[in-house]
């Protein structure tokens, strides 16, 4: 064993350490607030990336101060501020997850013969950001900008799974559970079993729950902070369905989802 010496390298080392800590909170916490689609709490952020709350208070101060973030007083929660939308607008080599997904939601079809898409949450709903449609006769139709609750469909119920508990309990707290078709879930605990079964697996399915003659099978697609940036699923025919396909689907879209994740991280 060697005496230990402090030389100043580790000390360099431990601060280049901290620093690069703050700055992976500040890009985590921009990329939380325009995901979410709404304004958050100061909890509510504080839960899903894992910060302190005294730091985040300093965080979200500096943020606030130079416009990157906004305080909403009616809300009493925080957006994305005017600097860092302006930036947006003037830099053309930010990649959307859009543009991350759409050549592989062309691969998902061409793997499955089924119709997908990439999802993304709005509010308390899922919708339809980008698609394609299937090659086969008999498809569903996954519309650009269709809207649907994230209770009953698969790709909304990967969403709702992996949110933060705090976001999640509201949610159930506040949703009214329309029936759409004679397979939709209307009861909160059934709905909250099924989340965690969700969590557990990684995938999510929709059993002619908003669709008649439609299942959907779902898979989420997460930030190194563990968030639901948005969710891949596929929507296969009845008479198509069966244990085989879900097994090939659920492959062949956490595979998809885990490409895009790493194509949207480094962009």
């Known amino acids: 064993m ?21 700055a992976d909170r500040t890009l985590d916490l921009i990329e939380l607030l325009a995901s979410w689609g709404r304004e958050m709490s100061h909890t509510e952020i504080a839960e899903s990336l894992s910060i302190p709350k005294s ?46 997904a759409q050549p592989v939601l062309d691969e998902i079809t061409a793997q499955t013969l089924e119709s997908c898409a990439l999802n993304q949450l709005r509010g308390d709903k899922t919708e339809v950001v980008a698609t394609i449609t299937s090659p086969q006769i008999l ?3 996954l519309r650009l900008g269709d809207l649907a609750p994230l209770y009953a ?30 397979r939709t879930i209307t009861s909160k605990k059934a709905l909250a079993a099924e989340l965690e079964e969700v969590r557990r697996t990684g995938a999510a399915t929709s059993f002619e729950e908003y669709t008649a003659g439609i299942v959907g099978v779902g898979v989420p697609i997460l930030s190194a902070a563990g968030f639901p940036l948005g969710s891949l699923n596929v929507a296969i025919p009845t008479v198509r369905y069966g244990p085989s396909v879900y097994s090939k689907a659920v492959a062949i879209l956490q595979s998809s989802a885990e490409r895009i994740r790493r194509q949207f991280s480094s962009s």
């Open 2 to 22: 060697f005496p230990y010496v402090n030389t100043g390298c580790e000390i360099m080392e431990e601060n280049a350490s901290e620093v690069v800590k703050s």
């Open 55 to 100: 730091s985040l208070t300093k965080l979200l101060r500096n943020l606030t101060v130079r416009e990157y973030v906004r305080f909403v007083p009616e809300t009493k929660g925080y957006r994305l501020g005017d600097a860092i939308l302006k930036l947006a607008q003037q830099s053309n080599q930010l990649r959307s997850l859009v543009e991350c």
């Open 139 to 141: 498809v569903s139709h």
């Open 153 to 182: 469909v698969s790709g909304g119920k990967c969403i709702l799974a992996f949110m933060p508990d705090s976001m999640r309990q509201e949610y159930l707290s506040n949703v009214k559970l329309e029936k759409f078709t004679p």
